[in-house]
């Protein structure tokens, strides 16, 4: 595999200024006497070809390094892990999730599962893979070059990824929380069984892939993407759409596509999936922001973080009864709320490293005074309220958590994550 480090006068002017940027951002800092060990990666240039022409080995089972997206799709848990691949779990019992096989997808950042296809990016293509049998996966197509935004030279087919080193440090040197520049682990989707015989899985609220109405809508950073899957084996790429800049997460309800930027939440009319139209925007401060909604309410969190330094971490509700004029109705202050999810007048939230917390939210003007649990060991990026259990991911792994008494969460299991790294 060719892989090169080009000096930085070679790099393209854009990528050069935006890591002039980070690295001159201003970040707390600590003077501290200690080693310091972390997770870190640097630029590395390559061309798609190499890629393409190696085959996509399906490994066994292995041990989770570093969680990235979730998804279920029956009895099966999917876990990303960013840039490397997707783990297959067993997920029949919650309480005893078994790991049956990795699928090693270079590249690979999101994913989504239409009638036992599983759709995944890896790097600029489009891959699909049949799962009907999970111990005999195979990959029955590619579709090149349709997340073209990464290519830093598209005539030689060369694209800029990062490659994941560890760090130490000894003592004397001043930590601080700021830069730094990987791959967006964001993630966030959520489908459910549709009708006209299609079977969608359901993932969580930062997934920039989704399914509705027999197409797959995929998002990067200024556009939106859309795939015919109305025959799941033969995806095909109809075209793009720009919607601006700041794309975070896509989120599908009733014939609607709801998307989160930085700086607001965009409401597309999907009633005709192969040309989605915007119905409005809500606007708000620059702060990274997932989006899950209901049929009178968006809920929205608003993250400030690396990319949103002028946000607010707050989770706001909008009155949505009206899509072409969405109103806010009240907004919650909050310590750090990432990815959060909905299972009827039951609201989780995940708070990054503060934990993960639970609300009743029948009453959207009382949502503080019905807070039911904050389990601050619980680190969250993300969850899933699925059939069997509450599904919630972190940086130390993924748990599990029987929800049938939404006012207590009862712990069932946790896949922990390989050679942690606290940072």
């Not at 390094?65 to 799709?73: A, C, L, S, V």
């Not at 966030?188 to 509705?212: D, P, V």
Request: aromatic share 10%; hydrophobic share 40%; net charge negative.
């Amino acid at each position: 595999m060719k892989k090169t480090l080009l000096p930085l006068f070679n790099w393209p002017l854009g990528i050069v200024f935006s890591l002039m940027l980070i690295l001159t951002l201003p970040s707390c800092q600590d003077q501290v006497d200690s080693t310091y060990t972390y997770r870190t990666q640097y630029p590395v240039f390559m061309q798609m070809s190499t890629f393409r022409e190696a085959d996509i080995i399906i490994g066994p089972g292995k041990q989770l390094e570093n969680p990235g997206k979730i998804y279920i799709y029956g009895d099966f848990l999917l876990i990303n892990e960013p840039q490397k691949g997707i783990h297959v779990i067993d997920n029949t019992n919650p309480s005893n999730p078994i790991g049956m096989n990795f699928i090693n997808i270079p590249g690979n950042v999101d994913l989504a599962v239409n009638a036992n296809i599983l759709y995944a990016d890896s790097y600029v293509d489009l891959l699909a893979f049949d799962i009907t049998n999970p111990r005999d996966i195979k990959k029955i197509k590619r579709v090149e070059d349709v997340f073209e935004h990464m290519y830093t030279d598209l005539a030689t087919s060369t694209f800029m990824t990062f490659k994941d080193t560890v760090m130490t440090y000894e003592s004397g040197f001043m930590r601080g929380w700021g830069g730094g520049w990987g791959a967006m682990n964001d993630s966030r989707a959520f489908s459910s069984s549709s009708g006209g015989g299609e079977s969608y899985g359901q993932g969580g609220s930062m997934a920039r892939f989704t399914l509705m109405s027999g197409h797959l809508y995929a998002v990067d950073e200024t556009k939106l993407r859309v795939f015919d899957v109305q025959t799941a084996t033969d995806p095909k790429y109809l075209e793009n759409f720009q919607l601006g800049w700041g794309i975070e997460t896509i989120f599908p309800f009733k014939g609607n596509l709801f998307i989160g930027s930085t700086t607001g939440m965009h409401i597309y009319d999907a009633s005709v999936p192969s040309k989605p139209k915007l119905m409005s925007v809500y606007a708000h401060l620059t702060a990274c922001d997932p989006v899950v909604v209901n049929d009178q309410y968006a809920f929205v969190t608003l993250r400030s973080g690396m990319t949103c330094r002028q946000g607010v971490d707050q989770l706001q509700v909008l009155d949505i009864t009206d899509l072409y004029n969405p109103q806010l109705l009240k907004a919650y202050p909050m310590e750090n709320p990432h990815g959060l999810a909905l299972s009827g007048d039951y609201l989780y939230l995940a708070e990054g490293n503060s934990g993960l917390k639970s609300f009743q939210v029948a009453d959207v003007f009382k949502i503080a005074e019905n807070q039911l649990e904050h389990l601050r060991s619980m680190k969250s990026v993300d969850i899933i309220p699925g059939p069997k259990s509450l599904i919630v991911i972190g940086p130390d792994g993924v748990c599990q958590f029987d929800y049938s008494n939404p006012k207590k969460l009862k712990s069932l299991s946790c896949i922990q994550v390989k050679n942690q790294i606290v940072v």
